[in-house]
């Protein structure tokens, strides 16, 4: 099973949006409303920032948002802020209790 | 508050074993669902492994027949028992706390992550 597809970077100025996308199949992001969200700073954890889709955990700012269109969901992030600068995954149940991650994208902020 | 240490990482030779323990503290894993999840060096994350609070345990096809998920519920700890290591197993592992709605939905905390390094 090949993971998701995202973009390898994407970058903006500080207080601009940019949105990461996320593209699987119909037997993962495009069969369930299971998509999350995790940013990771260099040598750190992942940290979860959107799930079921467009849930955000207490504590992540509003400024960050999730949707899905068929097989492809999205991450945005608005009024970029220098701390957004990160990698961003995407992740998906899979069926038959796996889930599987995009490749990671890695957000610069100018 | 909720913590998770991961412990047991190191250097193995091809072929070796290596136990992870995942010590958790403010929830109790029996009544939780655990993962693991690696990153090799440089590359992204991938799934490796999921245990239910009924016990039963899925895999990723990449270990699957050499890696074992399991518990202590007394020292309220995680592992995961690598056999037959591989070049490829090579990773950052990190244990997540998962949450289940109808099915494995997402990971909520995760741990500092414990490096594997499989080379002879």
């Known amino acids: 099973q090949s993971a998701l597809t995202q973009p390898a970077s994407v970058s903006g100025s500080p207080g601009q949006s940019i949105t990461i996308s996320c593209t699987g199949t119909?037997?993962?992001?495009?069969?369930?409303?299971?998509v999350s969200w995790y940013q990771q700073h260099p040598g750190k954890a992942p940290k979860l920032m959107i799930y079921?889709?467009?849930k955000r955990p207490s504590g992540v700012s509003d400024r960050f948002s999730g949707s899905k269109s068929g097989n492809t969901a999205s991450l945005t992030i608005s009024g970029l802020q220098a701390e957004d600068e990160a990698e961003y995954y995407c992740c998906s149940y899979a069926g038959r209790s796996t889930s599987i991650f995009g490749g990671g994208t890695k957000l610069t902020v100018l | 508050e909720v913590q998770l240490v991961e412990t047991g990482g190191g250097l193995i030779q091809p072929g070796g074993s290596l136990r992870l323990s995942c010590a958790a503290s403010g929830f109790t894993v029996n009544s939780n669902y655990m993962s693991w999840v690696r990153q090799p060096p440089g590359k992204g994350l991938e799934w490796v492994s999921v245990?239910?609070?009924?016990?039963?345990?899925y895999y990723a096809d990449s270990v699957k027949g050499r890696f074992t998920i399991s518990r202590d519920n007394s020292k309220n700890t995680l592992y995961l028992q690598m056999n037959t290591l591989r070049a490829e197993d090579t990773a950052v592992y990190y244990c997540?706390?998962?949450?289940?709605?109808?099915?494995?939905?997402?990971?909520?905390?995760w741990g500092q992550g414990i490096l594997v390094t499989v080379s002879s």
């Open positions: 119909s037997s993962d992001v495009g069969s369930y409303n299971l």
């Open positions: 245990i239910y609070k009924d016990d039963r345990t």
């Open positions: 079921e889709v467009t």
């Open positions: 997540a706390r998962t949450i289940f709605g109808v099915v494995p939905s997402y990971f909520d905390y």
